[in-house]
């Protein structure tokens, strides 16, 4: 995988087919689902739990009025489940089981016809005890994350990673503390060199993400998602992301037994300054605004946004605020843009995402904003505190500036 210094893990800017904030449901079911993904911005793929093991459908989401269809193709196990794909979107990766002995990862290339299977790669040799076994399997194939009940496990269901290495799989190694706890975590998923995962907490289940250094191994703690994913008193699981778009299972434990489904979410953004202008009526959630009549005092930002752990791009209703604000400003105003970062890692990646949180707002006032000739500059602050208080972007107007 092409390693980044900038662990993302930003939330992005996401609205609903209605015009309103939330997640889209584009696939309920009575039986049980896992490994949700899109394939080719086109078809959702997901695994089916049956009677006779579990198996791999397909739904194109561009019909209207759609069918799930079982791929026939996909489904050589008595359990199958789609776990990762190259990063050209062309070849999917499948791990098939018809037997303790008989597990492999098939990689299947998409054609006018539809999958056809290209190659296979066997499984690690390990001794799982658990009755789930989640992978995932890199764009490059070279590193596979599993989630089971090995040896030295912290609790139930762990995440290991092993790496291929002279055409052979590692000894699954334990991600450690930062990562695993006594509850169970499972439905590993890597992107912008950042681990997500579900965590059980008695009947919670949470998704959670951790940063990566350039051996793909925890840095950090592991902070829940945004609550638009992560529902209280719900099954939330098996994350995954496609460019920008966002997909995710949730079960919510709020409705009558025997009357509760998985439902598959997708968020799908649309990031353009056009589509949010009609959306005025909107709650400032994590945008502190500050005006005082006769301009803004020294010391006292503009605008502030506060970042979840290594996030630096911003919420919807953060952009609004900021839209909001420029577009009240006369042309050639002087803007100072502030980005900090905690205590919490390494300082060269600190310096770069603080670097990164103050670059995101100054790209925005360059791309939607040109026209008004601001006269922006960038600085940097590393924080000795740790806390969401202290990963903040801060826009300051004329001469003013941070009190020291």
Same mark, same amino acid.
């Given at each position: 995988?092409?390693?980044?210094?900038?662990?993302?893990? !930003?939330?992005?800017?996401?609205?609903?087919?209605?015009?309103?904030?939330?997640?889209?449901?584009?696939?309920?079911?009575?039986?049980?689902?896992?490994?949700?993904?899109?394939?080719?911005?086109?078809?959702?793929?997901?695994?089916?739990?049956?009677?006779?093991?579990?198996?791999?459908?397909?739904? /194109?989401?561009?019909?209207?009025?759609? +069918?799930?269809?079982?791929?026939?193709?996909?489904?050589?196990? *008595?359990?199958?489940?789609?776990?990762?794909? /190259?990063?050209?979107?062309? +070849?999917?990766?499948?791990?098939?089981?018809?037997?303790?002995?008989?597990?492999?990862?098939?990689?299947?290339?998409?054609?006018?016809?539809?999958?056809?299977?290209?190659?296979?790669?066997?499984?690690?040799?390990?001794?799982?005890?658990?009755?789930?076994?989640?992978?995932?399997?890199?764009?490059?194939?070279? *590193?596979?994350?599993?989630?089971?009940?090995?040896?030295?496990?912290?609790?139930?269901?762990?995440?290991?990673? !092993?790496?291929?290495?002279?055409?052979?799989?590692?000894?699954?190694?334990?991600?450690?503390?930062?990562?695993?706890?006594?509850?169970?975590?499972?439905?590993?998923?890597?992107?912008?060199?950042?681990?997500?995962? !579900?965590?059980?907490? +008695?009947?919670?289940?949470?998704?959670?993400?951790?940063?990566?250094? /350039?051996?793909?191994?925890?840095?950090?703690?592991?902070?829940?998602?945004?609550?638009?994913?992560?529902?209280?008193?719900?099954?939330?699981?098996?994350?995954?992301?496609?460019?920008?778009?966002?997909?995710?299972?949730?079960?919510?434990?709020?409705?009558?037994?025997?009357?509760?489904?998985?439902?598959?979410?997708?968020?799908?953004?649309?990031?353009?300054?056009?589509?949010?202008?009609?959306?005025?009526?909107?709650?400032?959630?994590?945008?502190?605004?500050?005006?005082?009549?006769?301009?803004?005092?020294?010391?006292?930002?503009?605008?502030?946004?506060?970042?979840?752990?290594?996030?630096?791009?911003?919420?919807?209703?953060?952009?609004?605020?900021?839209?909001?604000?420029?577009?009240? +400003?006369?042309?050639?105003?002087?803007?100072?843009?502030?980005?900090?970062?905690?205590?919490?890692?390494?300082?060269?990646?600190?310096?770069?995402?603080?670097?990164?949180?103050?670059?995101?707002?100054?790209?925005?006032?360059?791309?939607?904003?040109?026209?008004?000739?601001?006269?922006? /500059?960038?600085?940097?602050?590393?924080?000795?505190?740790?806390?969401?208080?202290?990963?903040?972007?801060?826009?300051?107007?004329?001469?003013?500036?941070?009190?020291?």
């Amino acid at each position: 995988m092409k390693k980044q210094l900038v662990y993302a893990l !930003s939330l992005w800017l996401w609205m609903a087919a209605a015009g309103a904030y939330g997640q889209t449901a584009i696939k309920k079911s009575k039986a049980e689902l896992a490994e949700a993904m899109i394939f080719r911005d086109e078809l959702l793929l997901f695994a089916q739990k049956e009677a006779g093991g579990q198996f791999i459908y397909g739904e /194109s989401l561009a019909e209207s009025g759609r +069918q799930a269809y079982r791929k026939g193709a996909l489904n050589a196990g *008595h359990i199958n489940a789609p776990i990762g794909k /190259s990063a050209d979107g062309n +070849q999917l990766f499948v791990y098939q089981k018809n037997g303790r002995d008989e597990e492999k990862i098939a990689v299947y290339t998409w054609g006018e016809s539809g999958f056809r299977k290209t190659g296979e790669r066997p499984l690690p040799k390990m001794m799982n005890h658990s009755y789930n076994l989640n992978l995932f399997l890199t764009e490059d194939k070279q *590193h596979l994350f599993i989630s089971a009940e090995l040896a030295k496990r912290k609790g139930y269901e762990d995440i290991y990673l !092993s790496k291929w290495e002279n055409n052979r799989w590692t000894k699954p190694e334990n991600l450690g503390k930062l990562v695993n706890t006594r509850g169970s975590e499972f439905a590993p998923f890597v992107a912008n060199d950042s681990l997500f995962f !579900s965590r059980k907490e +008695q009947e919670q289940v949470t998704v959670y993400a951790v940063a990566l250094d /350039s051996a793909l191994s925890p840095r950090g703690e592991a902070v829940p998602l945004h609550s638009t994913v992560n529902q209280e008193l719900a099954y939330n699981a098996y994350y995954k992301r496609t460019g920008e778009a966002q997909v995710w299972i949730r079960r919510d434990f709020r409705v009558q037994p025997g009357t509760s489904e998985y439902v598959v979410y997708l968020h799908r953004p649309n990031t353009t300054l056009e589509a949010l202008l009609p959306l005025r009526q909107v709650q400032i959630t994590k945008a502190m605004v500050r005006t005082a009549a006769g301009g803004y005092k020294n010391g006292f930002p503009s605008l502030t946004f506060y970042h979840d752990l290594n996030q630096y791009f911003l919420e919807t209703e953060e952009m609004l605020a900021l839209h909001r604000f420029l577009a009240a +400003q006369p042309e050639g105003t002087r803007l100072r843009i502030m980005g900090y970062s905690d205590k919490f890692g390494d300082p060269v990646v600190r310096e770069k995402v603080g670097r990164e949180r103050a670059q995101y707002v100054k790209n925005f006032i360059d791309n939607h904003y040109a026209h008004k000739h601001f006269n922006t /500059s960038l600085e940097l602050t590393l924080l000795n505190e740790g806390g969401v208080l202290y990963r903040r972007t801060e826009l300051y107007l004329g001469n003013a500036s941070p009190e020291r």
